[in-house]
């Protein structure tokens, strides 16, 4: 992942529309933007397998997000990864926009490379609108905020929803030690 400046997790936002066009000139791919909030990173992730709802971005540094139509469902390369995770619950909540709770379960390796599984509460509300222009997405879209609870932890991730149920912005909680990342839609 490309360090930023030391004050700010991604550059200003000149210099930032400018890597947005020139990354989007160099493929025809699904491309997005991820900022590692606790490391102050960012990088660009391009879409390099699908399956059904689910979908695995990758880095220049061969880094990984996996998601469930934009759930983060798995990660590589970050450190203390998120193994697999179930999120189908939330899911149809945020696609739906709707208020409503839901259980969510995390799988992570321990450092004797044992499964470790952790289940989390989770309440969902939608919120106000925002139109999001970025990139080739220029789009009205709805915040869900979801709060969950579990194993002593606490997170809040929030998610920008088009009228067709696509996460096209999200900040998502990926574990307690990697914590949030933002991600951003270009395409």
């Not at 992942?1 to 890597?19: F, G, Q, V, W």
């Not at 709770?101 to 952790?118: M, P, T």
Request: with cysteine.
């Amino acid at each position: 992942m490309k360090k930023a400046a030391p004050s700010s997790a991604i550059p200003d936002a000149t210099e930032l529309k400018r890597t947005i066009t020139e990354a989007l000139a160099n493929t025809d791919k699904r491309l997005a933007v991820a900022v590692v909030e606790r490391h102050n990173t960012f990088t660009f992730l391009t879409e390099i397998a699908r399956n059904g709802a689910y979908s695995t971005w990758g880095s220049p540094d061969r880094r990984t997000l996996s998601e469930q139509s934009g759930l983060v469902t798995a990660s590589r390369g970050l450190g203390a990864d998120l193994m697999s995770a179930n999120v189908g619950e939330s899911l149809a909540l945020i696609q739906g926009q709707r208020a409503g709770s839901a259980i969510r379960s995390h799988i992570y390796l321990d450092g004797e490379n044992q499964e470790v599984s952790l289940i989390f509460s989770c309440s969902f509300a939608p919120t106000g609108q925002q139109t999001i222009s970025i990139g080739e997405i220029h789009v009205t879209t709805r915040t869900v905020e979801e709060r969950c609870a579990g194993h002593g932890l606490s997170f809040q991730n929030n998610y920008r929803v088009s009228s067709t149920g696509r996460i096209v912005q999200s900040r998502q909680w990926i574990g307690p030690k990697i914590g949030h990342i933002t991600i951003q839609k270009l395409r």
